[in-house]
């Protein structure tokens, strides 16, 4: 039995939604219906107690004793909010919790699915497309909406998806949640800096926020990780902050990193090496800020190659381990990335390398992400685009399929 908030919000499709939760009532799911004020106005309360077999709550002012506003969100393990209204999901964007609803939403780690419904402007309107866009990117579900028959006798996109749809596609995640269950993993996420001198560094454009999701991701789904995190910002590990399965350890730079590894690996099932390490260090770091002479005269750094880590990881890999790569390429004269990833693969021999195009545009900062998986003979085994979490949660399918097909040791 599966404990599930219905938040509804106020448009035609709550009638719809009536039907929805009678079907996860049927299924056996402990269902708590949580409306907003305006869905109130479409459904009325005593059809949401009866169907649900819940007493139903709107306010964040009713039944505190229980300290409703929270408890609901903390004991969910799933959250479907059908109907969505354009209104409903830009409170959700912006953190908004003028309601139970709203409370709900900002106090669970439960996977939340929406199912969109509105007229066709609406949802094209560039402000829903960017809340809908900023709800995916922090691991939001998006069901829907589909073409067809709206109010008021238009058609086009905007009608929410039938119910059943919403259903299978919100218990698939449950289901997928826990699929990670007694794995143990090591994701590395950010990008080193190797000191010049006390001020200044050579680092790179990662903003570790990639790696960062496929540790969450791992997490949410049931795996105890250690997440080795080189130079993330505050901001982006937030989204990791406070999950009980998620531990972070800062790093600096390549060689730290390597250690932080190593360290962590002996006792993983996975590892993920997901961080921009930096190839090369400056052989002889100055103990003092260098300042120019006044001469004009330019200065030489000398670099050395840093250790291959994840090689090293790769030799030092136990039985049973799965070791996945990344390859952050650009694109070279008559050779693609995925060329050049096959001959990462062939040399580096992790179980899986994830091939990514970067350029000056793409592949950092964003929240967005395209990936290639390659086997470990270079074989393209899926090829993944959205959001950094929905690229995470691909990358676990393709691990959990490389571990389960691979021969017993
Ligand atoms: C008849 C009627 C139908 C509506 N249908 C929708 C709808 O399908 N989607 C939507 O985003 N808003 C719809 N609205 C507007 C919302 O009810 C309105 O934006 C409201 O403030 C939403 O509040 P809530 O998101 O807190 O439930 C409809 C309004 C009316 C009067």
């Known amino acids: 039995m599966v404990f599930i908030v219905v938040g509804v919000t106020g448009g035609i499709a709550a009638y719809k939604t009536v039907h929805l939760v009678r079907l996860l009532v049927k299924e056996g799911h402990d269902v708590h219906v949580v409306p907003t004020a305006d869905a109130l106005r479409f459904v009325g309360l005593p059809t949401w107690e009866s169907i649900s077999r819940n ?28 109907p969505a209204t354009a209104n409903s999901l830009a409170k959700m964007a912006a953190g908004l919790a003028d309601d139970l609803l709203g409370t709900t939403l900002l106090a669970t780690t439960a996977p939340v699915v929406v199912a969109p419904a509105m007229h066709t402007e609406m949802w094209r309107h560039a402000a829903t497309t960017h809340n809908i866009e900023l709800l995916r990117a922090r691991g939001v ?27 299978a596609a919100a218990l698939h995640l449950v289901g997928r949640r826990r699929d990670l269950e007694g794995l143990r993993v090591v994701v590395s996420a950010g990008g080193t800096r190797e000191p010049i001198d006390p001020v200044r560094f050579i680092g790179n454009r990662s903003s570790g926020k990639q790696g960062l999701a496929i540790a969450k991701a791992a997490a949410d789904r049931g795996a105890e990780v250690v997440l080795v ?96 790569g990344f390859a952050a390429e650009t694109p070279s004269d008559g050779e693609t990335v995925i060329d050049r990833g096959r001959r990462k693969a062939a ?3 992790a179980d899986l390398l994830a091939v990514n195009e970067v350029g000056w545009s793409a592949g950092f900062e964003t929240d967005e992400n395209a990936l290639t998986l390659l086997s470990a003979t270079g074989e393209v085994i899926a090829t993944v685009e959205g959001s950094k979490r929905e690229v995470a949660d691909a990358l676990w399918d393709a691990v959990l399929r490389s571990r389960t097909s691979r021969p017993a040791a």
């Open 141 to 167: 579900a998006v069901v829907g909406p589909d073409d067809g028959a709206l109010t008021g006798g238009d058609t086009g996109p905007g009608r929410m998806s039938e119910p059943e749809v919403i259903v």
């Open 229 to 324: 995190a080189a130079h993330v910002d505050d901001a982006v590990l937030a989204a990791a902050s406070g999950h009980a399965r998620l531990e972070v350890v800062r790093v600096g730079t390549a060689a730290e990193l390597a250690v932080a590894m190593t360290d962590a690996a002996s006792a993983a099932d996975v590892l993920v090496m997901a961080a921009a390490v930096a190839d090369y260090r400056v052989a002889r770091v100055s103990s003092r800020k260098l300042s120019k002479d006044g001469t004009g005269a330019g200065i030489t750094l000398d670099l050395v190659e840093n250790d291959d880590i994840l090689a090293g990881l790769v030799s030092a890999r136990a039985l049973g381990q799965t070791v996945v």
């Open 55 to 82: 007493p139903v709550t709107t306010s964040v002012h009713d039944d505190v004793a229980r300290v409703r506003h929270v408890s609901l969100g903390r004991s969910a393990d799933l959250v479907i909010v059908a």
């Open 347 to 349: 040399r580096k021999g």
